[in-house]
């Protein structure tokens, strides 16, 4: 069965940093495009940064440009989602998924920036 | 960026019903749309890519139509279990980007 699993959430101060990880199961991973979503609670999805099957093509939204990175694993079968000089508004359920469509989706990672 | 509006941002309908909600692309997005179905406390799930396509396991009574910058999901014959919020999410080209969310609810 196919399954991602968002680990490495927690609670950071602003500035901080924290690094969220996506294993994943169940296929191919080395096929796939991924991507990082993320919702605050109550609120909308944002895409926030999406990857291609080697990393060699990467996209970012405006709002983490600079600060958030992406990058992937494909021995171990897992996503990286780095976050650096966090701020309040990163606040919320991050989820990693599956391919251009997104097919696939994690149960989410929770980060709460607050000082 | 490609912005993504959808409309209506929330909905009341019967079980029974049949609606529509669209979602307008700021540029051509050739047929690079999909629909998802939230619902509170869940992962979003994916209903339809290719603006038609039915993912696996969905039920047919969702439908997708569209191309260039306006797309419609369709559902139809409404049961309880579809009162929920419906996002767009355009792929064609990076930054992706959701619509704002329809959120559909039991009249």
């Known amino acids: 069965e196919v399954h991602l699993v968002e680990s490495g959430g927690g609670v950071e101060r602003p500035g901080g940093s924290l690094r969220l990880s996506c294993e994943a199961s169940g296929f191919s991973f080395d096929d796939f495009d991924m991507n990082w979503v993320r919702q605050v609670p109550g609120k909308g999805l944002e895409w926030v940064l999406g990857i291609n099957w080697n990393g060699d093509k990467i996209g970012y939204a405006d709002s983490v440009k600079g600060r958030f990175t992406i990058s992937r694993d494909n021995a171990k079968n897992r996503l990286y989602l780095q976050m650096n000089s966090l701020r309040a508004e990163d606040t919320a359920l991050y989820y990693c998924?599956?391919?251009?469509?997104?097919?696939?989706w994690g149960k989410g990672a929770t980060v709460a920036v607050s000082s | 960026d490609i912005q993504m509006t959808q409309s209506p941002s929330s909905l009341s309908a019967s079980v029974g019903d049949r609606v529509t909600i669209t979602c307008r692309a700021s540029q051509d997005i050739y047929n690079y749309l999909a629909w998802f179905q939230q619902k509170p406390g869940k992962a979003p799930k994916s209903l339809i890519y290719?603006?038609?396509s039915l993912q696996s396991g969905v039920p047919s009574k969702f439908s997708g139509s569209g191309s260039e910058t306006d797309f419609t999901l369709t559902i139809s014959s409404l049961q309880p279990e579809d009162f929920a919020t419906y996002y767009c999410?355009?792929?064609?080209?990076?930054?992706?980007?959701f619509g704002q969310g329809t959120k559909l609810e039991i009249k």
């Open positions: 999410q355009q792929y064609d080209n990076y930054p992706y980007t």
């Open positions: 998924a599956r391919g251009m469509y997104m097919d696939v």
């Open positions: 290719a603006a038609s």
